[in-house]
Structure formats: C-alpha cells, structure tokens
C-alpha cells in the first residue's frame, strides 16, 4: 500500500534525500555510491493537485513524468534512432503485417502487477478495448476497429495503415484491467493508489515532490537506484541551480550558457541534446484576428528571426532550424520535397511588407493597419519560468515590430497556461510539436483535422484550429500509403501547405533534451550509446531506469 503523508511531512523526507545525494558526496566526503536517490526534474512550479492518470495529459503523473516508471509500454522505438530495430517490452514479441494495419503481440511471461496480480494478454487487450470504448483517452487517434485475444496472444487491426504510428502504438502504457474495468469515468478518475508492471511503485506525493521506491519482485531484475524523486522547481533557473549543485540528477529541460552553468561545475554532469523530428513553433489562433489572414501569417513568418533564436533563447544549445518546410535538419534532410529542397527560413522584412500591402494592410506611421482600418496588434503567451520560451516570445515581439506591430507579452502560471492552450484562448503560443520515425506528428500536431476542436472545447494538439481538408487529407494518404512512391508524393502535398498557409511559424530545433550526471549511476544514453531518448518524460523511460548501473 502507498504511504500517504502530509506535504510538511514528504518536505522534510524529501529535503533530506535531496541533502543526501547533493554534490555527489557522501557523508565522509568520499565520492556518491550506489545506493543514492535518483532526483528527476522539470520547472513547472508546484503540481497542485494529484493524479496518477495515464490517460490525461495533464495528469501530475504525466507532467511530471513519474507515470513512467509505474507503468509500462509494449515495446521501445528508438527515436533518436528509428532506424534501430524495436526493444519488445511488456509484449515479448511483436509482428506487423505486410501493410502495419495490425499488428500481432505476445503478452510477456512472469511479469507481475505491483499489487501482486499477475500480468497476462487480458491487459492487454483491455488497454486497447478501452481506448474504443472511450475514444477520448485515445490521443494517438489509432483508429482500432478489432482486438482479438488468444491465450497470450493479443492482435490488433486497425482502420488504417499504422507505418508513422508504430512509435505510438507500441509507447501506449498498458493499465490493469482488474483496476480500471471498474471505473466509472477515466477522464476525471485519478488513480490514487497507481498499480502498474513498471520498476517503482508510488510511495509519497506532495504538491513539490513526489516519491517512488524500487520494486524487489520487478520482472526485469534488480534496480540500481533504490529511490526516485520527482521534484518541480520554480521556474529554469532554479532547475539549473539544483542541476549544477547535486541536488537534481536528471532532467529534460533548457539550460542557459549550458558550458558554464551546468557542465563547467563537474566533470560528471553530462548535456545531451539527441537529433529528432520535433520543433518549437508558434501556434497562432487562426480562428480569430490577426492570424485568421494567411496574408499576416505569411508576412510575420518572414521577420522570425531563426538564427537569433538559436544564439539568445536556445544560448546556441540547439542546431538552427533553416528549411522553410520547418523540418529541423540533418534528422529531416531525407524527408524534404524536391521543390524546397535548398529553400531557407531567412529574415526580408520588405518581402513581408510587400505581401500584407498586396493584401490591403496600410500603416498609420508606424502602425500596421489591417484592411478593416483596425490597428494589428496580438498577445504571445508562455508559462513564466520557463525562461528559453519567455525570451522567445520576446524575440518575436520585437521582430512582430519590424511589421508595425504592437506584441505584448503574458506569462502566467503553467495551469492557467496549459488549460488556455487546449481550449484556444490565446492569440500566439510557442509549444512543441511531437515527434516520431517519420515528420507526421510535427504536421499532424500542427494543422490535423483530426484534433480540430471548437474553440472552448479542449484540443490535444492543432491548437491554433488550422481547418484544411486538405492538409488532413494529405495527411491521411501519408499516413496510409503503402508505397514509398505514395508517401513521397503525400508529404510532398503536406508540405506545400504548411510552406504556403504558414498554419504556424516554425522557430527552432527541439532535440530530446536531456541532463543528467554519472556520479552515482552509470549506462546512461548518450552520443557514445544512443539506445533511447534521454528524455524522463518519454514512455521509454524504463529502459534508462533498468539500464543504470552503479558508478565505480
């Protein structure tokens, strides 16, 4: 049974742990040994309110990341590496037909529930049968018309080609049926008492910490680190401070002047910014003014100036992203239309000028003027504390300026930011993209028909409402085709649309970022090893976690 404590209580025993695996150092001044707590991180400020379910997004568990040590996905892509061949996990075999519209798992043996009960192809098969019964929890939109269930083994079709989905099938955490098929409504239940195959089971919460302990019966064998802490600071900086200090191990999160804030402080402390397919972009409200005009959009995408967010925002931690298709690059080379090939995000404040004048926009001044005879003016939103994303937005105010544009800025607290984004109640926010074996979840993400909400109701991704039947169309036959030829011309088609409707603006890389340090734990990913995203947040966290062994 989890432990419950009061946060005063959880404060002291977690300031106690974090004294103990501070600097490194053990008590006789010697170096850490095995034995420390692990410290993972994120700057999202204090997590209010408990809920440990994997199906909301913004579930504390999932916030946080700690939902991935509890529970567990089928197998593990590598997306630093897509090419590398898939880790069976919870499923010990994994076989995809000849067009990936099914796929065929078998349930792995000896696997046990931290709650004792034993794991079979009955959860399995429940996951998914609950992602058809409530539609909702399903994100990925896998569109599973069939789950059939034989002994161990478990196949599921589905209505459409899953080539750019595998990732997201095989990531999906598998819940305990003997749990969940009794609850009432999953979108608001949050799990209390987590029960999940993964290597720690929840011990303590408090609004600023969260506790987990090794398992001692987990079926992957022994855990090098007894304890895991998850902890939310205030904002990047302090994140920083504690990275740099011992006091945090292990976070995905941007780190101003990274030399000489966190790696220059010892030799230990590892930054490992991994290649992938996801960016930051700013989602802008195309559903109400400035950015309903694809005119404006066009001409504020000319003035973002890339290189400058590179060097200032991202303290040049990052690669510059240049292809006007926003595909970061080399990861995206492969994946560009012949027609952009060569074709760079560059800075011509007379090109954007020239589109809005042909569109009807005049200026009073220095004012832009939108053809109604209304001055242009918008609002970029982050969450404070996140302090790359707060000196982006700043960035692009000045560069909006360039226009005759007046951009304000608003920072308010990651709740109030994170409810605002889903239900569109914004002009302009930067936010990442996802990522994945091939660029669909970064147009997907962006300007799919299938995440299109009404404003007022919450949207899992397309957040600025970007409303094209083309764009999901082109999407679709990407995603369906079963040729390369038919992929190549799909995504040449989704392409062409983002360049020219800019249903956002591309603004920079986003790597899977990760900072961690190798005084207690060793066999972390890295440039030398790339197994696996370093990312704590990912699906594929279990892997490091069972991975780490003692420092000698």
Not at 293 to 307: C, T, Y
Request: hydrophobic fraction near 40%.
């Amino acid at each position: 049974m989890r432990v419950k404590t009061t946060a005063i209580a959880l404060g002291i025993v977690a300031a106690l742990a974090l004294t103990a695996c501070s600097g490194g150092a053990t008590d006789d001044g010697g170096d850490a040994t095995a034995g420390a707590p692990l410290t993972i991180a994120k700057p999202d400020g204090a997590i209010a309110t408990e809920s440990n379910n994997p199906f909301v997004g913004d579930a504390s568990a999932m916030k946080l990341g700690y939902v991935n040590a509890i529970l567990e996905p089928l197998g593990i892509v590598n997306l630093v590496d897509p090419s590398a061949d898939v880790k069976p996990w919870l499923a010990q075999e994994i076989t995809w037909n000849e067009d990936y519209t099914a796929v065929t798992l078998v349930a792995r043996d000896g696997v046990t529930w931290n709650d004792g009960e034993d794991f079979t192809a009955d959860d399995i098969a429940f996951t998914f049968e609950y992602l058809q019964k409530y539609p909702e929890l399903d994100n990925a939109a896998l569109d599973i018309t069939d789950v059939a269930l034989d002994g161990s083994t478990v196949t599921l079709t589905f209505g459409a080609s899953m080539y750019v989905k595998q990732d997201k099938v095989l990531h999906k955490l598998i819940v305990p049926k003997h749990v969940w098929e009794s609850v009432d409504d999953p979108t608001t239940f949050v799990n209390p008492e987590p029960v999940g195959t993964g290597p720690y089971t929840l011990t303590q919460f408090s609004s600023q910490s969260v506790e987990l302990t090794a398992r001692d019966d987990y079926w992957g064998g022994d855990l090098a680190a007894p304890t895991l802490f998850y902890v939310s600071y205030n904002d990047n900086t302090a994140l920083t401070t504690a990275l740099a200090n011992g006091d945090a191990d292990w976070a995905q999160a941007f780190i101003p002047n990274v030399q000489s804030a966190y790696l220059d402080k010892d030799p230990d402390n590892v930054y490992w910014a991994a290649a992938g397919l996801g960016i930051d972009a700013l989602f802008v409200n195309t559903q109400t003014k400035p950015f309903d005009d694809v005119a404006f959009r066009q001409a504020l995408n000319l003035v973002v100036d890339r290189e400058k967010h590179t060097a200032i925002a991202r303290e040049g931690g990052v690669p510059n992203l240049s292809s006007v298709t926003g595909l970061p690059t080399p990861a995206g080379d492969a994946f560009i239309a012949d027609a952009y090939q060569g074709e760079e995000l560059t800075v011509d404040v007379d090109a954007a000028r020239g589109i809005l004048t042909e569109a009807g926009y005049t200026w009073d001044g220095d004012a832009l003027v939108d053809p109604s005879g209304q001055p242009v003016t918008f609002e970029l939103s982050v969450p404070q504390g996140w302090s790359d994303y707060v000196t982006g937005i700043s960035l692009i105010a000045d560069a909006a300026k360039e226009l005759g544009v007046e951009a304000t800025l608003d920072t308010p607290d990651s709740d109030t930011w994170w409810a605002a984004k889903g239900t569109g109640d914004f002009q302009a926010i930067l936010h990442w993209t996802d990522t994945g074996a091939t660029p669909y979840d970064l147009y997907s993400d962006i300007m799919d028909g299938r995440w299109l909400m009404p404003l007022g109701e919450t949207a899992d991704y397309n957040f600025g409402r970007f409303d094209s039947p083309e764009a999901t169309a082109a999407l679709d036959a990407y995603a369906s085709a079963t040729d390369d030829a038919a992929r190549t011309a799909a995504l040449d088609a989704v392409e062409q649309i983002f360049v020219e409707q800019v249903p956002a603006i591309p603004v920079g890389t986003r790597p899977f970022i990760a900072e961690y340090n190798t005084r207690s734990y060793v066999g972390w990913p890295g440039e030398d090893d790339p197994y696996v995203s370093p990312d704590p947040t990912q699906p594929t966290a279990a892997l490091i976690l069972t991975s780490l062994r003692p420092a000698e």
